[in-house]
C-alpha cells in the first residue's frame, strides 16, 4: 500500500511539474509573440546589481532597440551597435554577438527559454512568475514576471555568480521607425567616433 502511494505521489508530482513547465512556455510563448508583432514600444527601466544602479528608458521594435540612461545612449539596428558616452563625448560603433546583446536588451530575455533551460511557473499577485534553469549557460539562472497582459515586469538574472535586477514599468505601444535605432552623427557633431568593428 505504502508503495502504491508513493508512485501515485511521484506520478502526481511529475504531472504538475510538466504543467509548470508547460505554463511558462505558454506565458513566454505569448509574451514573445505580443512583442514580436508590435510595431514598436518604449518604456521605463531600472537595473541594479550589487556592483551598479541604473535607470533610463527604452524603445523596441523586434531585435532593435535605444536604451537611453543620464550617461550614454545605446542604439542596436539589428546589426550595429552604437554606445555614445556622454562624459568622453564619444561614441563606439561594433557588431556585437548574441552573449553580448543579450546584457544590453532585457527583451533578448524572451528567446532564451527555447534554447535548453528547464522552465517553471508560479502564480504572482501580479501575474505569473517564470523560472528558468540553465546548465552551462552564460546565464545560470533567470526570474522573468509577467502580469495578465502578458507584459513583463521584472527580470532577475545570474551571470558569473552577479544577480542583475531589470524593473520594467511605464510600457507603451508606439509605431517606432527604423531611424530611432540609429545614431545619427548630426546629433552629436563634436564627438570622436571609435569604429570597434
Same mark, same amino acid.
Given at each position: 500500500m505504502k508503495k502504491l502511494i508513493s508512485v501515485t505521489l511521484l506520478l502526481l508530482l511529475s504531472v504538475t511539474a510538466l504543467f509548470a513547465a508547460d505554463q511558462g512556455r505558454k506565458i513566454l510563448d505569448k509574451t514573445s509573440d505580443r512583442i514580436s508583432v508590435s510595431k514598436g514600444f518604449t518604456a521605463s527601466f531600472t537595473i541594479s546589481s550589487s556592483k551598479f544602479n541604473n535607470s533610463g528608458t527604452i524603445?523596441?521594435? $523586434?531585435?532593435?532597440?535605444?536604451?537611453? +540612461?543620464?550617461?550614454?545612449t545605446m542604439?542596436?539596428?539589428?546589426?550595429? &551597435?552604437w554606445v555614445y558616452n556622454k562624459k568622453a563625448d564619444e561614441v563606439n #560603433?561594433?557588431? =556585437?554577438?548574441?552573449? *553580448? &546583446? &543579450?546584457? @544590453?536588451? =532585457?527583451? +533578448?530575455?524572451?528567446?532564451?527559454?527555447?534554447? $535548453?533551460y528547464t522552465i517553471t511557473s508560479t502564480a504572482a499577485a501580479s501575474g +505569473?512568475?517564470?523560472?528558468?534553469? $540553465?546548465? $552551462?549557460? *552564460? #546565464?545560470?539562472? @533567470?526570474? #522573468?514576471?509577467v502580469d495578465k497582459s502578458y507584459n513583463i515586469k521584472e527580470i532577475k538574472y545570474c551571470q558569473k555568480g552577479n544577480w542583475i535586477t531589470i524593473h520594467i514599468s511605464n510600457l507603451k505601444n508606439q509605431s517606432l521607425d527604423d531611424s530611432a535605432f540609429i545614431f545619427?552623427?548630426?546629433?552629436? =557633431?563634436?564627438?570622436?567616433?571609435i569604429d570597434l568593428r
Open positions: 524603445s523596441v521594435k $523586434g531585435n532593435k532597440f535605444c536604451a537611453r +540612461t543620464s550617461s550614454a542604439w542596436y539596428d539589428g546589426k550595429t &551597435q #560603433i561594433s557588431h =556585437p554577438n548574441a552573449s *553580448s &546583446q &543579450q546584457s @544590453m536588451n =532585457p527583451y +533578448t530575455f524572451l528567446n532564451l527559454y527555447k534554447k $535548453g +505569473t512568475q517564470v523560472h528558468l534553469v $540553465g546548465k $552551462g549557460k *552564460s #546565464i545560470s539562472e @533567470m526570474y #522573468i514576471l545619427n552623427a548630426k546629433d552629436f =557633431p563634436k564627438a570622436e567616433v
